[in-house]
């Protein structure tokens, strides 16, 4: 089985810094796509960046130029710094991995860690 553990959220004035980190635990044979999600109040869960095994990155437009996703293969972690944090900006983050397990290769997700940025 595996398990997601997020960490790194909080609050945090606008123009703001924060990073978040994901790391996966159990029978893990091998992550291919990590990435974030986030989920504000009434809204569906959206994409904010992705990071494939390869390295290549895919961001949503609204976080372009100030979120940056990053992977550590080795401690099966990935992480989001997020810069100039807006206002709209808040939500819960949730970690996403697609992972290869004896269960076969599966998507898991973090529990959500919440991010909250005041203006």
């Known amino acids: 089985q595996v398990q997601l553990v997020e960490s790194g959220g909080g609050l945090v004035q606008a123009g703001g810094s924060l990073r978040l980190s994901c790391a996966a635990s159990g029978s893990i044979f091998s992550i291919y796509t990590m990435g974030w999600y986030r989920q504000a109040p009434k809204k569906q869960r959206d994409l904010v960046a992705t990071i494939t095994s390869g390295g290549s990155t895919n961001y949503a437009d609204s976080v372009k130029g100030r979120f940056t996703v990053s992977r550590d293969n080795a401690k099966n972690t990935v992480y989001l710094q997020m810069d100039s944090l807006k206002p709209e900006d808040t939500a819960v983050y949730y970690c996403?991995?697609?992972?290869?397990?004896?269960?076969?290769?599966?998507?898991?997700w973090g529990q959500g860690t919440q991010v909250t940025v005041s203006s």
């Open positions: 996403k991995m697609y992972a290869l397990s004896r269960l076969g290769a599966l998507d898991y």
